[in-house]
């Protein structure tokens, strides 16, 4: 019961140590529908199809999402605690049960966050997860970072849109 209540506060930290900016605007109006989550492997499957990892090694991903755009409520970018951007995915209450469920049932496999059919990341799943947001480092500048989240938003990066500084992620 102890360990229960000690990993609850760990998570509540985590979680709170997460926010994003209070100025920046809201961005519950739209998730790109190209955003989705997906079981992976670096071993070919059956029915799965191959894709290229951030680092250039194939990796196959199922064909049905295990999550998709209409499962995140937010995405913005932020700053972690060393100061490199980063994305955070903040996920509705239906997908972080089904994030938890997934990653219970696909210990060992990856879990790769993808647009479109481009890999953003692709951890590994080590344990079960009941997290409400997902933060992706190693994208690139704030400016790139930037232009992905938006992107991810389902806006070009010319839309008019003004985000105030990157939150920081700590």
Do not use: W
């Given at each position: 019961?102890?360990?229960?209540?000690?990993?609850?506060?760990?998570?509540?930290?985590?979680?709170?140590?997460?926010?994003?900016?209070?100025?920046?605007?809201?961005?519950?109006?739209?998730?790109?529908?190209?955003?989705?989550?997906?079981?992976?492997?670096?071993?070919?499957?059956?029915?799965?199809?191959?894709?290229?990892?951030?680092n250039g090694r194939a990796?196959?991903?199922?064909?049905?999402?295990?999550?998709?755009?209409?499962?995140?409520?937010?995405?913005?970018?932020?700053?972690?605690?060393?100061?490199?951007?980063?994305?955070?995915?903040?996920?509705?209450?239906?997908?972080?049960?089904?994030?938890?469920?997934?990653?219970?049932?696909?210990?060992?496999?990856?879990?790769?966050?993808?647009?479109?059919?481009?890999?953003?990341?692709?951890?590994?799943?080590?344990?079960?997860?009941?997290?409400?947001?997902?933060?992706?480092?190693?994208?690139?500048?704030?400016?790139?970072?930037?232009?992905?989240?938006?992107?991810?938003?389902?806006?070009?990066?010319?839309?008019?849109?003004?985000?105030?500084?990157?939150?920081?992620?700590?």
């Amino acid at each position: 019961m102890l360990i229960k209540r000690i990993l609850f506060v760990v998570m509540l930290a985590l979680l709170a140590a997460c926010q994003t900016n209070p100025e920046k605007p809201s961005t519950t109006d739209g998730v790109s529908s190209d955003l989705s989550v997906r079981i992976a492997s670096s071993d070919p499957q059956p029915g799965h199809f191959a894709v290229v990892d951030a680092n250039g090694r194939a990796l196959y991903v199922t064909p049905e999402p295990v999550m998709n755009s209409k499962d995140f409520k937010r995405v913005d970018a932020a700053v972690d605690q060393l100061g490199e951007p980063v994305v955070i995915l903040e996920l509705s209450e239906a997908a972080v049960d089904r994030l938890a469920e997934v990653s219970e049932h696909y210990k060992g496999k990856k879990l790769a966050i993808m647009l479109g059919n481009k890999v953003l990341t692709a951890p590994v799943l080590k344990s079960r997860m009941s997290v409400s947001r997902l933060m992706i480092s190693g994208l690139g500048s704030a400016q790139e970072v930037d232009a992905l989240v938006q992107k991810m938003r389902g806006r070009s990066e010319n839309d008019s849109e003004q985000d105030a500084e990157p939150a920081v992620a700590e």
